[in-house]
């Protein structure tokens, strides 16, 4: 089923755009003299919405990689949305249970499940691996980011734009824990999305581990090390890593790091957020070998 991510209107398909955020609670607005439920600004630009048992599971069949979470009626007792919640997981794609007002705040007639999409589709870890292990084998110069735990679509989207600009070469984000590659991502990140390589692995912990073991550097950024950032010895394949200003690198992460470089900073400042930290760590990395 073809879809047009532009419209603002519901269609005989059940596709709409609107907010979402992960948050509790919501509050409501008035679009087109109807009355439906916003999450986040409900001034930002909207996030492409699919409602109906057939369209989402044709979605996640051709293309799950488009999909960011997949929103089911809690309690619905169709058998078929548990089918189609169990498709879901088979695809990696994170699922999550509403209320059915929620649903209804995104398409009118969604039958008890809404797939939320990304604004553009992500690449399969898998189809794109060997192009990576190669470049370590014949001594290419590889850069990866990852970002985990970044809730704020500003914040990534500003990311997405740092690492274009500083050279990285992919940047993997994990299945869930995320916000979706959103239009407020898009934007944020100023033109930086369409060219940016982007990869969500269905595994990322597995996915750092098998870049590791095919000789890449993993690092990481986070305030509680001793290790500097300033004058680290970086390898040409690196990996380099951060997590969510409130959470920090992740457990499965840190595990698996050469090193975890800490950035300077006055101790009256609680953190940085996660897209500051990341473009310090790539500009270390890119300043001697981007001319």
């Not at 699919?50 to 309690?75: A, C, K, N, W, Y």
């Not at 007002?101 to 690449?123: D, F, I, P, R, T």
């Not at 691996?129 to 500003?154: M, W």
């Not at 995320?178 to 595994?203: E, F, H, Q, W, Y």
Request: hydrophobic letters at 40%; glycine letters at 8%; one cysteine or more.
């Amino acid at each position: 089923m073809a879809f047009n991510k532009n419209s603002d209107k519901e269609t005989e398909f059940g596709i709409i755009r609107h907010n979402f955020k992960d948050r509790e609670g919501f509050t409501r607005r008035k679009t087109d003299g109807d009355r439906r439920t916003s999450f986040g600004d409900p001034d930002g630009a909207p996030q492409t919405a699919i409602g109906g048992i057939r369209e989402v599971t044709d979605l996640l069949e051709r293309s799950p990689m488009q999909v960011h979470r997949v929103l089911f009626m809690h309690q619905s007792g169709n058998p078929k949305l548990y089918e189609l919640q169990k498709l879901a997981k088979r695809a990696h794609v994170h699922v999550q249970q509403v209320d059915s007002k929620v649903l209804s705040s995104y398409v009118q007639q969604h039958h008890g499940v809404v797939a939320l999409l990304n604004e553009k589709e992500l690449l399969v870890w898998e189809d794109i691996r060997e192009e990576y292990f190669a470049a370590k084998q014949k001594g290419e110069r590889k850069l990866i980011a990852v970002g985990t735990n970044i809730e704020d679509p500003r914040n990534l989207g500003a990311c997405i734009r740092s690492a274009l600009a500083l050279g990285v070469d992919l940047l993997m984000l994990p299945a869930k824990g995320m916000c979706g590659i959103t239009p407020a991502v898009a934007r944020s990140a100023a033109g930086a999305l369409d060219k940016m390589k982007i990869c969500r692995p269905n595994n990322l912990e597995a996915a750092v581990g098998e870049l590791k073991l095919a000789g890449y550097q993993i690092l990481g950024l986070d305030a509680d090390t001793e290790t500097n950032l300033a004058g680290f010895e970086f390898s040409d394949q690196a990996v380099i890593a951060v997590g969510g200003e409130d959470v920090g690198l992740p457990p499965f992460i840190r595990k698996q790091c050469d090193a975890v470089l800490r950035i300077p900073m006055m101790p009256e400042a609680h953190s940085y957020n996660a897209s500051v930290a990341l473009s310090l760590g790539l500009y270390e990395y890119a300043r001697l070998r981007i001319k």
